[in-house]
Protein backbone atom coordinates (compact mmCIF):
# COMPACT_ATOMS: atom_id res chain seq x y z
CA UNK A 1 0.00 0.00 0.00
CA UNK A 2 1.24 3.36 -0.98
CA UNK A 3 1.55 6.37 1.22
CA UNK A 4 -1.16 8.02 -0.02
CA UNK A 5 -3.39 5.52 0.21
CA UNK A 6 -2.43 4.39 3.59
CA UNK A 7 -3.59 8.41 4.73
CA UNK A 8 -6.67 8.06 2.64
CA UNK A 9 -7.16 5.03 4.38
CA UNK A 10 -6.55 6.39 8.18
CA UNK A 11 -9.04 9.44 7.04
CA UNK A 12 -11.47 7.86 5.87
CA UNK A 13 -11.81 5.38 9.16
CA UNK A 14 -11.18 8.92 11.01
CA UNK A 15 -14.25 10.73 9.23
CA UNK A 16 -16.72 7.05 9.88
CA UNK A 17 -15.91 6.76 13.18
CA UNK A 18 -16.67 10.52 14.18
CA UNK A 19 -20.41 9.41 14.34
CA UNK A 20 -20.05 6.33 16.55
CA UNK A 21 -20.74 6.52 20.39
CA UNK A 22 -17.49 4.31 21.11
CA UNK A 23 -14.03 6.48 21.16
CA UNK A 24 -11.40 4.53 19.06
CA UNK A 25 -7.92 4.55 19.83
CA UNK A 26 -4.69 4.28 17.92
CA UNK A 27 -4.63 0.40 18.45
CA UNK A 28 -8.23 0.40 17.03
CA UNK A 29 -6.97 2.41 13.85
CA UNK A 30 -3.83 0.46 13.16
CA UNK A 31 -6.33 -2.47 13.39
CA UNK A 32 -8.72 -1.09 10.85
CA UNK A 33 -6.35 -0.08 8.51
CA UNK A 34 -4.26 -3.04 8.98
CA UNK A 35 -1.09 -0.74 9.62
CA UNK A 36 1.17 -0.66 12.69
CA UNK A 37 0.19 1.69 15.69
CA UNK A 38 3.67 3.27 15.22
CA UNK A 39 2.70 4.33 11.58
CA UNK A 40 -0.86 5.14 12.94
CA UNK A 41 0.49 7.35 15.71
CA UNK A 42 3.23 8.60 13.28
CA UNK A 43 0.32 10.05 10.56
CA UNK A 44 -2.12 11.54 13.19
CA UNK A 45 0.52 13.99 14.34
CA UNK A 46 1.05 14.90 10.89
CA UNK A 47 -2.73 14.92 10.07
CA UNK A 48 -3.00 17.31 13.37
CA UNK A 49 -0.03 19.63 12.51
CA UNK A 50 -1.75 19.91 9.24
CA UNK A 51 -4.49 21.17 10.25
CA UNK A 52 -6.98 17.93 9.66
CA UNK A 53 -7.21 16.33 12.94
CA UNK A 54 -8.12 17.49 16.71
CA UNK A 55 -7.03 15.62 19.24
CA UNK A 56 -9.07 16.21 22.86
CA UNK A 57 -7.86 14.38 25.72
CA UNK A 58 -10.99 12.92 27.83
CA UNK A 59 -9.41 11.17 30.61
CA UNK A 60 -5.90 9.92 31.29
CA UNK A 61 -4.84 7.79 27.93
CA UNK A 62 -8.20 8.39 26.17
CA UNK A 63 -8.22 10.83 23.06
CA UNK A 64 -11.30 11.81 21.10
CA UNK A 65 -10.03 12.03 17.14
CA UNK A 66 -12.29 14.46 15.35
CA UNK A 67 -11.58 15.67 11.43
CA UNK A 68 -11.77 19.43 11.37
CA UNK A 69 -13.63 20.82 7.88
CA UNK A 70 -10.66 21.37 6.47
CA UNK A 71 -9.78 16.96 7.10
CA UNK A 72 -13.18 16.56 6.04
CA UNK A 73 -12.34 18.83 2.40
CA UNK A 74 -9.37 16.15 2.21
CA UNK A 75 -10.99 12.94 2.32
CA UNK A 76 -13.32 13.85 0.25
CA UNK A 77 -10.40 15.21 -2.26
CA UNK A 78 -8.35 12.44 -2.11
CA UNK A 79 -11.38 10.14 -2.60
CA UNK A 80 -12.70 11.88 -5.68
CA UNK A 81 -8.95 11.45 -6.77
CA UNK A 82 -9.25 8.24 -6.04
CA UNK A 83 -11.95 6.72 -7.88
CA UNK A 84 -11.08 8.83 -11.11
CA UNK A 85 -7.95 7.02 -11.34
CA UNK A 86 -9.60 4.00 -10.57
CA UNK A 87 -12.34 4.24 -13.08
CA UNK A 88 -9.46 5.16 -15.45
CA UNK A 89 -7.67 2.19 -14.86
CA UNK A 90 -10.52 0.02 -15.48
CA UNK A 91 -11.79 1.25 -18.55
CA UNK A 92 -8.01 1.16 -19.51
CA UNK A 93 -7.54 -2.70 -18.71
CA UNK A 94 -10.99 -3.40 -20.24
CA UNK A 95 -9.71 -2.06 -23.61
CA UNK A 96 -6.71 -3.97 -23.42
CA UNK A 97 -8.66 -7.40 -22.99
CA UNK A 98 -11.52 -6.08 -25.86
CA UNK A 99 -8.31 -6.09 -28.10
CA UNK A 100 -6.36 -8.64 -26.95
CA UNK A 101 -9.22 -11.25 -27.24
CA UNK A 102 -10.36 -9.56 -30.84
CA UNK A 103 -6.92 -10.01 -32.01
CA UNK A 104 -6.91 -14.06 -30.88
CA UNK A 105 -10.40 -14.41 -31.92
CA UNK A 106 -8.99 -13.23 -35.45
CA UNK A 107 -6.51 -15.58 -35.29
CA UNK A 108 -8.26 -18.54 -34.89
CA UNK A 109 -8.08 -18.98 -31.49
CA UNK A 110 -10.90 -21.22 -29.67
CA UNK A 111 -10.02 -21.15 -25.86
CA UNK A 112 -8.99 -19.01 -23.58
CA UNK A 113 -7.63 -20.33 -20.10
CA UNK A 114 -7.32 -17.65 -17.38
CA UNK A 115 -5.16 -18.48 -14.58
CA UNK A 116 -5.24 -14.99 -12.71
CA UNK A 117 -7.61 -13.04 -10.56
CA UNK A 118 -11.36 -12.85 -10.25
CA UNK A 119 -11.35 -9.12 -10.30
CA UNK A 120 -9.43 -9.22 -14.03
CA UNK A 121 -10.83 -12.74 -14.98
CA UNK A 122 -14.23 -11.81 -15.62
CA UNK A 123 -12.95 -9.41 -17.93
CA UNK A 124 -11.67 -12.26 -20.00
CA UNK A 125 -14.93 -14.23 -19.38
CA UNK A 126 -17.17 -11.39 -20.76
CA UNK A 127 -14.81 -11.10 -23.72
CA UNK A 128 -14.33 -14.53 -24.39
CA UNK A 129 -18.26 -14.91 -25.08
CA UNK A 130 -18.96 -12.07 -27.22
CA UNK A 131 -15.85 -13.35 -29.94
CA UNK A 132 -17.21 -16.96 -29.08
CA UNK A 133 -13.95 -18.50 -27.77
CA UNK A 134 -14.45 -21.08 -25.10
CA UNK A 135 -13.21 -19.48 -21.50
CA UNK A 136 -12.03 -21.11 -18.36
CA UNK A 137 -10.77 -20.48 -15.22
CA UNK A 138 -9.67 -24.20 -14.37
CA UNK A 139 -6.07 -25.05 -15.64
CA UNK A 140 -6.54 -28.30 -17.43
CA UNK A 141 -3.84 -31.36 -17.37
CA UNK A 142 -1.21 -31.86 -19.50
CA UNK A 143 -3.15 -34.61 -20.81
CA UNK A 144 -6.58 -32.15 -20.52
CA UNK A 145 -4.33 -30.02 -22.75
CA UNK A 146 -4.02 -32.64 -25.59
CA UNK A 147 -8.12 -32.80 -25.61
CA UNK A 148 -8.15 -28.68 -26.13
CA UNK A 149 -6.57 -28.54 -29.86
CA UNK A 150 -3.22 -26.94 -28.74
CA UNK A 151 -2.24 -24.51 -31.56
CA UNK A 152 -5.90 -23.18 -30.88
CA UNK A 153 -5.78 -22.25 -27.07
CA UNK A 154 -3.97 -20.14 -24.93
CA UNK A 155 -3.04 -19.69 -21.18
CA UNK A 156 -2.83 -16.21 -19.64
CA UNK A 157 -1.33 -16.09 -16.34
CA UNK A 158 -0.38 -14.48 -13.57
CA UNK A 159 4.04 -14.40 -12.95
CA UNK A 160 3.75 -14.43 -9.03
CA UNK A 161 2.09 -18.11 -8.98
CA UNK A 162 5.62 -20.35 -9.20
CA UNK A 163 4.13 -22.17 -6.07
CA UNK A 164 0.61 -22.88 -6.70
CA UNK A 165 -1.33 -25.96 -8.08
CA UNK A 166 -2.79 -23.87 -10.88
CA UNK A 167 1.00 -22.88 -12.24
CA UNK A 168 1.94 -26.58 -12.06
CA UNK A 169 -0.53 -27.44 -14.13
CA UNK A 170 -0.61 -24.29 -16.61
CA UNK A 171 3.53 -25.45 -16.87
CA UNK A 172 2.58 -29.01 -17.62
CA UNK A 173 -0.17 -27.45 -20.47
CA UNK A 174 2.78 -25.21 -22.19
CA UNK A 175 4.54 -28.49 -22.67
CA UNK A 176 1.54 -30.45 -24.24
CA UNK A 177 1.94 -27.23 -26.69
CA UNK A 178 -0.51 -24.59 -25.43
CA UNK A 179 0.65 -21.28 -25.70
CA UNK A 180 1.13 -18.84 -22.81
CA UNK A 181 1.44 -15.42 -22.07
CA UNK A 182 1.67 -12.91 -19.12
CA UNK A 183 -1.50 -11.10 -17.62
CA UNK A 184 1.26 -8.48 -16.79
CA UNK A 185 2.04 -7.91 -20.31
CA UNK A 186 -1.50 -7.68 -21.22
CA UNK A 187 -2.68 -4.90 -19.27
CA UNK A 188 0.67 -3.08 -18.20
CA UNK A 189 2.61 -2.98 -21.86
CA UNK A 190 2.88 -0.29 -23.78
CA UNK A 191 3.32 -2.88 -27.39
CA UNK A 192 0.31 -2.87 -29.73
CA UNK A 193 -1.41 -6.10 -28.69
CA UNK A 194 -0.49 -8.00 -31.94
CA UNK A 195 2.55 -7.72 -30.52
CA UNK A 196 2.10 -10.91 -28.44
CA UNK A 197 -1.00 -12.23 -29.66
CA UNK A 198 0.82 -15.22 -30.43
CA UNK A 199 1.08 -16.11 -27.12
CA UNK A 200 4.76 -16.60 -27.10
CA UNK A 201 6.26 -16.46 -23.26
CA UNK A 202 8.54 -13.19 -23.14
CA UNK A 203 11.20 -14.97 -21.19
Known sequence: ?????????????????????????????????????????????????????????????????????????????????????????????????????RALAENGYENLIFDGPDEIGYLFKYESESFGIEFTDEVPSKTESLLLSPERSIIVSERDREASAAEAAAKAAAEAGVKRVWLSDILLSNDNVTGYESGKDKN
Open 1 to 101: MSKSDSELKLLESLYFSQNGAQCLTQRDFALVTGMSLGMVNAMLSRFAERGWVTLTRLSGRKIKYALTPDGVNEVLRRSVRYLRTTVKSAMLYQKRVHDYV
